[in-house]
C-alpha cells in the first residue's frame, strides 16, 4: 500500500516552495482624495507586502500602489497602478499630512560603516538628506514598532523621531598617544563636529541594559526633532530620567509631544510582547519643557490621536500579572484633561458575544472621519475580527462576524474608507477595501477586493468548542470553555486514517487565529491533520479565562490539550498511533509536559526554544516575572525566592517528568534567544541523552526566540516534517 503522505525530501520541499510564495501585508497609507475634472473622486492606496525569498535566504519588503475611485460613501472603481517594486534599506517612511512630502529613514553601507540618513522628498526629487550617523546627536534611530516612530508635525514644518541617546566617548586608563598625534586629531575632530567630543576613561565595560528579545540594542531612547528649513536635529529635554519615551506624536497646535514613557527602574524586564510593563501618557512641552503626566501610573499603550485633533485613545492594562491581558480602550480629552474608559475589561463574554479587547497595538490610523468612532483588529474566540466602537456608547460592533474568512487586520483608515487584509487557514492574505458605514449600520461592509489570493481548495478547517469534564473543571473559575482549529485534507485517501499533528500555542497568554499558517498549509498538502489548541488561558475568551491558568501551568493546560486531541481522535478519521506533538515556547514547554505526562500517546515530539525548568530559567530571562506569575507566585523587583518557592516552580516545569518520556524528541534553539534562554532546551537535552531517549537538536545561530530567519525556518520546517515521518512509521 503507498504511503497516506508526502514522504520524499524533495517532494516536501517542492511544497514548502510553492505554498513560501504567499506574501503578507505590513502596511497601509491612503493618500489625500484628489477631484477630478469631472467631479469625481479617486484615491492612492500605497502598500507594503513581504515576501520568503528561498533563493536570497532573507524576507523581501516590495510596495504596490492602487488606485480607487469612490463618492465618499462607496467604491466605484479599483485597481493597481504599476507593478511591485522592492524596498531596500528604508527603516521608516512617512508621507507628510497634505501627500505633498515623504520622509524616509534609510540605512546604508559607506565604505564598510553603516550610515543612516534622513531623507525629505517632495514631488520628484529629494529636497534634503542629513547623515544622521555624521551629526552625533544621538545614537541610532529605532526602526521597531514599540518605541519607533516617523511623525510629521501639522504644519509639516518638523519631524519627529526617537532613537538611542548619545553615548560618550570611551577609552582605556591606559592608553597614551603622542602629544603630536592629540593635537592633530583634537582639530580634525573640531572641525568635524564643531567641539571636541568628551572622552570617559574607564567605561569602556560599563553594562548597559537592553529591554530584551527583539530590541537588544534599545536601551535608553530619546525624543529626536528636526526641523526642516534650518535642517537642524535637536533631542528634547525635560523628559524624566527614569522615563524611556516612545510611540510619540505631535500635540494639536504643535504646542509639544505626547509619548508613552515606560519606568526603567529598578531595571528593564523584556518588553516585547509584555505590554504590562509599568508605563504612562505623558506630554512634553515645547516652550517650557515642563513635562506632564497625562494618565496613570498603570500599563498603557498605542495611543492614537483623533482627526478633530480633540481626544487621544489608547489602551491600558494591570502592570504585571499575566502578560497579554484583556485591555480597556480609554480616552484622554485633550481641553477638559477628562480620563474616561470607553470599553472596560470583560471577564466573561455577554449575550452579544463580545469577549473584550485583546491587542498590544492600534492600527496607525483608526478613528472615523468624524472622530465618535474608532476601529480595533483583535481576536474574539479563535477568530480575528474587525470591531468598531463608539466612543459615545461604549457600544462595540463587528464588522466582519458573518465572514466566512478567518482573520481580518485593519491597515488603515482614512475619511472612513478602511484598507484591511483577510485571510483564512485555506487563503492566504488578500487586500480589501470598504467604507465604514454610518452609525448604526456597520454591519453592511460592501467590501471590494483589491488584490485576491488563491483559495487552497484541497485544505479543509473548521472551529471545535470543547467544555473540560468536571473532573478537570477549574473550581474558582468554573463554566469555562475553550477552542482548537481543525486542519485536515479535504479529501482524504480512501480508507485511509490520517495522521495527527497536535500544536499548542505558546504565552501562555495568546492565540492562534484562523489566519493564513504557511507550516500548517504544508502539512496538510502533505497528508496530515493539524490541531491548534486555544487553552484555556488564551486570550480571547475573556478575562476569567486567561487568570483561569496562572498557577496552574503544567496541569489544567496540558489536560486541555490532551482533552482536546482525544476528543478529536473519537471522530474515527484519525490514526491513534501516529499522533505527534509540536510547540514553541509555552507550546514547548507543554509538549515536554505532555510526553512526559502521557508517555505512550505521542509517537514524536517537536519542541522550539521550550521552557523546560522555571527554577533554572529565572536567572537568565529577560521576563523572570513570568516563571513566577506563571507559577502562581506575585512578582515584585525584589521578590526572594525561598524553598517552598522553588519548589512550586520546579513542580510546574517539565523537566519534573522527564524519567518518564519515551517518545523522541527534536529540539529546535536560537542561540541569540533572551525570552528562553537556549539552555533551557540543553538542560532538556542532556536529560534525554542520559536517559538514552531518541534526541535531536538544531542549533540556529543568528535567531531569536521567534527562528524566523528564513533559514531557521525553511530548514527547521523540513526537518520537522522528516522527524514526524521517521518516528510515526510513515516511510
Same mark, same amino acid.
Given at each position: ?12 520541499? @517542492? ?31 500605497? #502598500?507594503?507586502? /513581504? ?46 499630512? $497634505? ?15 553603516? @550610515? ?32 519607533? %516612530? ?110 508613552? =514613557? ?16 509599568? $508605563? ?28 478633530? +485633533? ?45 469577549? =473584550? ?20 483588529? %483583535? ?27 478567518? !482573520? ?13 487584509? %483577510? ?10 477595501? *470598504? ?13 471590494? #477586493? ?28 468554573? *463554566? ?17 486514517? +490520517? ?40 486570550? =480571547? ?25 482525544? $476528543? ?16 514553541? /515556547? ?80 527534536? +529540539? ?33 545561530? =543568528?535567531?531569536?526566540?521567534?527562528? $524566523? #530567519? ?8 523540513? !526537518? ?12
Amino acid at each position: 500500500m503507498s504511503s497516506q503522505v508526502v514522504n520524499n525530501p524533495d517532494d516536501i520541499v @517542492k511544497l514548502f516552495r510553492e505554498q513560501s510564495q504567499f506574501p503578507s501585508l505590513s502596511r497601509a497609507d491612503i493618500g489625500p482624495a484628489i477631484t477630478t475634472q469631472y467631479g469625481g473622486k479617486y484615491s492612492n492606496i500605497y #502598500t507594503e507586502w /513581504s515576501q520568503r525569498d528561498l533563493e536570497r535566504n532573507e524576507k523581501v519588503k516590495f510596495c504596490r500602489q492602487y488606485i480607487v475611485f469612490h463618492d465618499d460613501q462607496s467604491v466605484v472603481f479599483s485597481g493597481p497602478s504599476g507593478n511591485c517594486t522592492e524596498i531596500k534599506g528604508v527603516l521608516l517612511s512617512r508621507d507628510s499630512p $497634505s501627500g505633498d512630502m515623504k520622509a524616509v529613514v534609510r540605512e546604508c553601507s559607506i565604505k564598510g560603516e553603516e @550610515k543612516q540618513f534622513l531623507e525629505i522628498w517632495h514631488k520628484n526629487s529629494k529636497v534634503k538628506s542629513l547623515n544622521l550617523t555624521d551629526l552625533k546627536k544621538h545614537g541610532k534611530v529605532y526602526e521597531d514598532d514599540l518605541f519607533g %516612530c516617523l511623525v510629521w508635525s501639522h504644519s509639516e514644518t518638523h519631524l519627529l523621531y526617537v532613537a538611542e541617546k548619545k553615548r560618550a566617548k570611551t577609552e582605556s586608563f591606559f592608553k597614551t598617544e603622542s602629544p603630536e598625534s592629540s593635537s592633530a586629531g583634537d582639530e580634525e575632530e573640531g572641525i568635524k563636529v564643531g567641539k571636541k567630543e568628551e572622552v570617559v576613561k574607564g567605561d569602556q565595560f560599563v553594562y548597559y541594559e537592553d529591554w530584551g528579545e527583539t530590541l537588544v540594542d534599545k536601551s535608553t531612547p530619546v525624543l529626536c526633532v528636526l526641523d526642516i528649513e534650518g535642517s537642524n536635529v535637536s533631542v528634547l529635554e525635560g523628559i524624566p530620567e527614569n522615563i524611556s519615551p516612545g510611540q510619540a506624536f505631535w500635540a494639536p497646535g504643535d504646542t509639544g509631544v505626547v509619548f508613552v =514613557g515606560w519606568w526603567h527602574e529598578p531595571f528593564r524586564l523584556g518588553l516585547r510582547y509584555c505590554p504590562n510593563r509599568r $508605563s504612562s501618557l505623558f506630554y512634553v512641552d515645547l516652550t517650557s519643557g515642563k513635562c506632564d503626566q497625562l494618565s496613570d501610573s498603570s500599563a498603557v499603550f498605542s495611543p492614537r490621536l483623533s482627526p478633530d +485633533l480633540c481626544r487621544i485613545v489608547y489602551l491600558e492594562c494591570g502592570v504585571y500579572g499575566p502578560h497579554q491581558q484583556c485591555c480597556r480602550l480609554c480616552m484622554y480629552d485633550w481641553y477638559t484633561k477628562n480620563k474616561s474608559v470607553i470599553v472596560d475589561v470583560v471577564k466573561r463574554p455577554g449575550e452579544d458575544g463580545f469577549t =473584550g479587547i485583546y491587542s498590544s497595538m492600534l492600527s496607525p490610523m483608526c478613528w472615523s472621519a468624524d472622530s465618535q468612532r474608532v476601529l480595533i483588529s %483583535c481576536p474574539q474566540r479563535s477568530r480575528q475580527e474587525l470591531l468598531v466602537v463608539d466612543i459615545s456608547t461604549g457600544s462595540v460592533t463587528s464588522l466582519t462576524s458573518k465572514s466566512d474568512m478567518g !482573520n481580518w487586520s485593519l491597515l488603515t483608515v482614512h475619511k472612513d474608507l478602511m484598507v484591511v487584509s %483577510c485571510a483564512s487557514p485555506n487563503c492566504p492574505p488578500s487586500l480589501r477595501v *470598504g467604507f465604514l458605514p454610518e452609525r448604526g449600520s456597520e454591519a453592511g461592509v460592501s467590501w471590494v #477586493t483589491l488584490e485576491t489570493a488563491e483559495v487552497q481548495s484541497d485544505i479543509d478547517w473548521q472551529v471545535l468548542t470543547f467544555t473540560p469534564p468536571p473532573e478537570q473543571e477549574n473550581t474558582e473559575y468554573p *463554566g469555562l470553555d475553550f477552542e482548537a482549529l481543525l486542519l485536515k485534507p479535504k479529501e482524504p485517501k480512501e480508507g485511509v486514517k +490520517l495522521p495527527l499533528i497536535v500544536t499548542p500555542h505558546g504565552g501562555p497568554h495568546s492565540i492562534i487565529t484562523a489566519d493564513w499558517l504557511l507550516s500548517s498549509a504544508v502539512f496538510c498538502k502533505m497528508g496530515f491533520a493539524v490541531l491548534l489548541v486555544n487553552y484555556r488561558g488564551s486570550t =480571547g475568551f475573556g478575562q476569567d479565562s486567561i487568570y483561569s491558568l496562572p498557577g496552574r501551568v503544567g496541569t489544567q493546560d496540558v489536560l486541555d490539550v490532551q482533552f482536546a486531541v482525544e $476528543s478529536v481522535l473519537k471522530q474515527g478519521c484519525f490514526d491513534e498511533q501516529k499522533v505527534a506533538i509540536s510547540g514553541g /515556547s509555552h507550546g514547548g514547554f507543554l509538549a515536554c509536559h505532555l510526553i512526559g505526562q502521557f508517555p505512550d500517546f505521542y509517537k514524536a515530539c517537536i519542541t522550539r526554544n521550550p521552557v523546560t525548568n522555571l527554577t533554572t530559567m529565572i536567572g537568565s530571562t529577560d521576563i523572570p516575572d513570568w516563571c513566577m506569575v506563571e507559577a502562581g507566585l506575585d512578582y515584585s523587583p525584589d521578590a526572594q525566592l525561598d524553598s517552598v518557592a522553588l519548589g512550586q516552580m520546579i513542580d510546574k516545569s517539565p523537566i519534573k517528568h522527564i524519567s518518564q518520556v519515551k517518545t523522541p524528541v527534536l +529540539l529546535t534553539l536560537g542561540e541569540d534567544d533572551k525570552r528562553v534562554p537556549p539552555k533551557q532546551g540543553i538542560e532538556y537535552y542532556r536529560g534525554l541523552k542520559a536517559r538514552n531517549v531518541p534526541t535531536r537538536l538544531l542549533w540556529y545561530q =543568528g535567531n531569536n526566540h521567534s527562528l $524566523s #530567519t528564513i533559514a531557521a525556518e525553511s530548514d527547521g520546517f523540513i !526537518n520537522i516534517a522528516l522527524w514526524i515521518i521517521q518516528h510515526c512509521g510513515l516511510q
